[in-house]
């Protein structure tokens, strides 16, 4: 695939770095010269030096021969405007947009971004899972937030330790990804049996959340 | 809950229109301030406080410090009960944002956004924005002080004189240029059908989404407005 990036801070940066590593064509657009230097030192990409709201600086980083569009860069209107040049005048299919201000992410939806990525959002829930003690995390939204991946950490008092996954009559809509035990991670079947301190990874959809929750560690 | 009804000013007149502007530079508070002494309610945002400075002592709106698009804020200020909404900052992407969000999210009946960059305004306004270059305009202007080969709109408009523009709908598709124009009131001077501008004779037919130029007498404006069925702009 042909990825354009825009914005080489260190999400730009390191994304770059990865897709280069695969088997990808990367351009990469930044305002910064010193950066952009640094950069093409550094990767094997196409680096331009300039403004991504400039439609010609897009057309020298070849977007007329890109799939797909990410706007990395820290400012969150340049990053909708850039993927809205690359939608409504280039006609690219995918654009990906980081979004700095969670505030911001509605408006990025709105206003076409396809996939718009809430940096903030996600650093601070990795960040709120690591500090709670909380036995239940959401740990990511998809779909406009209508599915999600949740963890469970099982109490000593859970109903359902010493049960066989096939026992436990899961809500609809809702299945078990996997289980943490200590170090080790079991792909769950229908003969696994839990055990206390479990942590269940489900994937569910959001209305079930307090379902699955009572029924796996017996509390709302 | 801040609305249209209750930033009511001392001037406030019958047909006042809620006005949002954003970007209280030069440009949003000169505009604010006319708005604002003609008595219709304004409400200024900008992203510094000192901004406010320019509006002077006499200024009766309203004033918030925060950005153009954010979400919160604009339903702070009563966005949708909003009669128009302008984007003046100096950055045309901020510009260009806060005007979707107001035209796309919250159906702002009219939505202007201001935008140096030629390019981007052509982009904009080709998807349907309602867009005002300073770059363009001036630069246009300039030019025709410069070569003085051609009028612009500025030398006829006076106190008793301006230009209108018309757009053609189902009320006056059909018709003929001879049926707009009103002798001594008003009359077509030039038609934009599609990007071609020419000066249409007495029985050119109309078709829908012609724009028609014209000059009106201003005492007239408002018995043409009705008659054609424009609306307040």
Do not use: W
Request: with cysteine.
């Amino acid at each position: 695939m042909y990825i354009l990036i825009v914005g080489a801070g260190k999400v730009g940066y390191f994304l770059a770095k990865r897709l280069c590593q695969g088997r990808h064509t990367v351009s990469i657009v930044d305002k910064d010269h010193q950066t952009c230097e640094e950069i093409a030192k550094e990767l094997k990409a196409l680096v331009i030096n300039g403004d991504a709201c400039d439609p010609k600086i897009l057309e020298e980083a070849g977007i007329m021969r890109a799939d797909v569009l990410a706007a990395v860069t820290g400012d969150d209107e340049d990053n909708l405007i850039i993927c809205q040049l690359a939608k409504e005048k280039f006609n690219l299919q995918r654009t990906v947009g980081r979004v700095n201000n969670p505030d911001n992410e509605y408006t990025f939806n709105e206003l076409g971004i396809d996939v718009p990525v809430d940096s903030t959002k996600i650093i601070a829930k990795i960040i709120e899972e690591e500090v709670s003690f909380s036995d239940f995390v959401n740990l990511m939204s998809f779909k406009r937030g209508k599915l999600a991946i949740v963890r469970v950490d099982l109490p000593t008092d859970a109903p359902v330790i010493n049960k066989q996954i096939k026992e436990i009559d899961l809500p609809k809509d809702a299945v078990l990804v996997s289980i943490l035990r200590g170090e080790e991670v079991i792909l769950p079947k229908g003969d696994t049996v839990l055990k206390s301190g479990d942590d269940v990874i489900a994937l569910t959809l959001i209305g079930n959340e307090p379902q699955l929750l009572h029924l796996l560690a017996g509390k709302l | 809950m801040l609305s249209a009804n209750n930033l009511t000013g001392k001037g406030r007149i019958a047909n006042g229109m809620y006005v949002i502007i954003v970007g209280c530079g030069r440009v949003g508070a000169q505009l604010a301030k006319l708005l604002s002494a003609e008595g219709h309610d304004v409400v200024v945002i900008d992203k510094l406080r000192e901004s406010f400075i320019r509006l002077g002592d006499t200024f009766n709106g309203l004033t918030m410090v925060g950005n153009g698009f954010d979400l919160a804020l604009l339903k702070q200020v009563g966005v949708e009960k909003s009669d128009a909404f302008c984007a003046v900052t100096n950055g045309d992407n901020t510009n260009l944002i806060s005007a979707q969000v107001a035209k796309k999210i919250f159906r702002v009946p009219k939505v202007i956004a201001r935008v140096y960059d030629p390019q981007r305004a052509h982009i904009y306004a080709a998807l349907g924005l309602d867009i005002m270059s300073g770059t363009m305009l001036l630069s246009a202007m300039l030019r025709d002080k410069i070569i003085e080969s051609r009028f612009s709109s500025y030398l006829i408009e006076s106190k008793d004189l301006g230009v209108i523009e018309i757009e053609v709908k189902d009320n006056l598709a059909g018709k003929t240029i001879q049926d707009i124009n009103i002798p001594g009131d008003l009359i077509v001077v030039a038609l934009r059908r599609m990007q071609v501008v020419s000066i249409p004779e007495t029985r050119t037919v109309l078709k829908n989404k012609d724009i028609l130029m014209g000059v009106v007498k201003v005492s007239s404006l408002k018995e043409i407005r009705e008659k054609f069925q424009l609306g307040e702009k």
